[in-house]
């Protein structure tokens, strides 16, 4: 049996809302012979009446008053479907990714990256993998070693640095075994540190790089951090000086032809200013702990 389609039912809608062929013409711009033959081949599909045909217009028939009702109920689907695929791709989005230490630094300093009033949708993420940038599932990444291939902008930003860290409460004669990333893990020198170094006196290891502070500040042991990462959390304390070996640089990295997209361009450039402006305390000249950091803010209040 051959079903009624979209086209017909909204066409038959739009007749039973203004009552008549001309209403319906005038609103769809189709002429009212040509709605006429449409509804009665609906009618002839649907083996129904739906009109109640006169000189006043067209009046629902019992049927058609059913029908009315379910395709209404079809429309406001059909309209929430629109809306929805309308937001999607009402603005650009701006997708960024950062290397796993420095992830947490973009998600704090989001705010600075897209205003309310921008033109676009930020997308920020973890760089999994390198060839997440080649395979086009991101606009910018935060990098720790320059690209040695593919057609991308490249913009030196800065360094990391770290330092070891043990839990604020320890006493400072203690003798702390070690915690360290896994080695599959290891992608840097700072991440094949404690191993490389002090491979008999890790007793704890983790795949999550995020649970590092939280074992360092609960007595699991000492080990290493990014200083900006660890010199905020008051639950820490650091055990000597940056370890300068292991300090490495920032990269920008973009696709050479999507740089120049507006978007891009704009959280490109505020990425920069945002390392820049925080130079000293990623570089661990300048800790800033967030213990300070809320006290400057309450004074301020």
């Known amino acids: 049996m051959a079903e009624a389609s979209w086209d017909d039912l909204q066409l038959f809608y739009v007749v039973a809302e203004t009552g008549g062929l001309a209403g319906a013409a005038q609103r769809t711009g189709i002429s009212p012979p040509t709605i006429g033959r449409r509804m009665l081949a609906l009618e002839r599909t649907l083996g129904r009446t739906l009109f109640l045909r006169s000189h006043r217009g067209y ?74 940038l080649s395979r086009r599932g991101t606009d910018i990444a935060l990098m720790f070693e320059r690209p040695k291939s593919g ?11 770290y330092t070891i860290y043990r839990a604020a409460a320890s006493a400072p004669g203690d003798d702390l075994p070690w915690i360290s990333l896994g080695t599959e893990m290891a992608r840097t020198a700072a991440d094949r540190y404690v191993f490389e170094h002090h491979e008999a006196g ?4 983790t795949s999550d790089r995020e649970l590092m502070p939280s074992l360092i500040a609960n007595g699991a042991g000492r080990g290493i951090l990014p200083v900006y990462l660890g010199d905020a959390d008051p639950r820490l304390k650091r055990e000597g000086g940056v370890i300068g070996e292991v300090t490495h640089p920032v990269f920008i990295v973009a696709h050479d032809d999507e740089r120049h997209r507006s ?9 920069a200013a945002l390392l820049k402006q925080h130079e000293q305390r990623l570089c661990g000249i300048a800790p800033v702990t967030a213990f300070a950091a809320i006290q400057k803010s309450q004074k301020r209040l």
């Open 59 to 132: 009046q629902l028939a019992h049927d058609g008053e059913i029908l009315f009702e379910r395709v209404k109920a079809m429309q406001a689907v059909a309209n929430g479907i629109s809306e929805w695929h309308g937001n999607a791709f009402a603005l650009p989005i701006v997708t960024t990714a950062a290397e796993r230490w420095l992830a947490p630094f973009v998600a704090e300093n989001a705010g600075h990256l897209r205003d309310v009033s921008d033109p676009y949708r930020l997308c920020c993420s973890m760089l999994e993998e390198p060839a997440g």
């Open 151 to 161: 057609n991308l902008a490249v913009r030196p930003a800065g360094r990391l640095a």
């Open 202 to 205: 890790i007793f704890t290891w």
């Open 263 to 271: 978007e891009v361009r704009t959280v490109m450039d505020r990425i």
